[in-house]
């Protein structure tokens, strides 16, 4: 069982950065791939980014390729979204998920929210233009 809670989010204007974090409590965070999923009101949750447990491996959607990064520190065990050059499309609430799956390597991530067995109560991330 993983505890998390996300922190960092807020009301920045388009072209802003904003650093999400989300702090692992319970297990060791390495042993997950991490993710973060957002939503905005009155849609489905999607994907926005996923970290292999060993780090290295790193997946996008589409629409944030080049402006948000994922990182994790093991030591401190928490992961982060940094989050560059905002947009008002940008705008929802944001989760960080655990995938516990203990049969995939390091190098595993994926994508669909149906891997991922433990959320965060999420953060709010609203944009202005």
């Known amino acids: 069982q993983v505890q998390l809670v996300e922190s960092g989010g807020g009301l920045v204007q388009a072209g802003d950065s904003l650093r999400l974090s989300c702090a692992a409590s319970?297990?060791?965070?390495?042993?997950?791939?991490m993710g973060w999923f957002r939503q905005a009101p009155g849609k489905e949750r999607k994907f926005v980014a996923a970290?292999?447990?060993?780090?290295?491996?790193?997946d996008y959607t589409d629409s944030v390729k080049g402006r948000f990064t994922i990182s994790r520190d093991s030591a401190r065990n928490t992961v982060y979204l940094q989050m560059n050059g905002l947009k008002p499309e940008d705008t929802a609430a944001y989760f960080c998920?655990?995938?516990?799956?203990?049969?995939?390597?390091?190098?595993?991530?994926?994508?669909?929210?149906?891997?991922?067995?433990?959320w965060g109560q999420g953060t709010q991330v609203t944009v202005s233009s």
């Open positions: 970290i292999s447990k060993n780090g290295i491996r790193t």
């Open positions: 319970g297990h060791t965070s390495s042993t997950y791939v």
């Open positions: 998920a655990a995938d516990r799956n203990p049969y995939s390597d390091g190098f595993y991530v994926t994508s669909d929210r149906r891997d991922f067995d433990y």
